[in-house]
């Protein structure tokens, strides 16, 4: 598995590029700047064969119909999260940005892109939908998990209760699982739990 995370708009949220030796993509949150993820897509020689969101916050999805008039890609979205994809009291947007799954997706799936098998987690807390993407040895955690810190609970479908439930099954993943957040830099599943104070003692 190969994969570049490349901070896009004004929130600086992670779009990630992951593939296989085959150039078979996946691209996890598309939040903006289509014109740059479409040019390291071609730069690449990426095909790419699925789009999936961790969330749909509008920080996170702004470059998706671009991509998907592009390349045809499926879009891939969490069930909770589908009346997310049209409403924007929960999506956050500013004026209406509609969008429509491709698959919907439950806690356990698995998604296929050329060799690689991404796992679904189902980690609601930030809002009722989100999840992460496990793939070998990494964790694309969206804005469940950060460096240091923990996605907002205070948005629509946010549940701090929820969250904590969260944190609690990743810190039970292996401790050398690198995690790639939502926003800021990479991290893994043991330093978060020695120093994140939210993971703490999970």
Aim: net charge negative; charged share 20%; proline share 6%.
């Amino acid at each position: 598995m190969t994969f570049e995370r490349i901070p896009v708009g004004a929130m600086a949220a992670n779009c990630c590029l992951v593939y296989d030796e085959q150039k078979n993509a996946a691209v996890i949150d598309p939040g903006d700047e289509p014109e740059l993820l479409l040019a390291r897509i071609q730069k690449y020689g990426l095909t790419v064969r699925a789009i999936l969101l961790t969330h749909v916050h509008f920080d996170h999805i702004q470059a998706v119909k671009e991509l998907q008039a592009e390349t045809c890609a499926p879009l891939l979205v969490h069930e909770a999260e589908v009346p997310a994809l049209t409403d924007p009291a929960f999506s956050l947007v500013m004026t209406p940005y509609h969008l429509t799954a491709d698959r919907v997706l439950h806690d356990g799936d698995t998604v296929e892109v050329g060799e690689l098998t991404f796992t679904v987690l189902h980690t609601p807390g930030h809002t009722d939908g989100s999840v992460c993407y496990w793939c070998g040895d990494t964790l694309f955690s969206g804005d469940t998990l950060f460096a240091g810190s923990i996605g907002r609970t205070d948005f629509a479908g946010g549940d701090f209760t929820a969250m904590r439930k969260s944190l609690a099954r990743l810190a039970a993943l292996p401790d050398d699982i690198r995690v790639i957040p939502g926003h800021g830099p990479e991290t893994t599943i043991g330093f978060e739990k020695r120093h994140n104070p939210f993971v703490l003692g999970m």
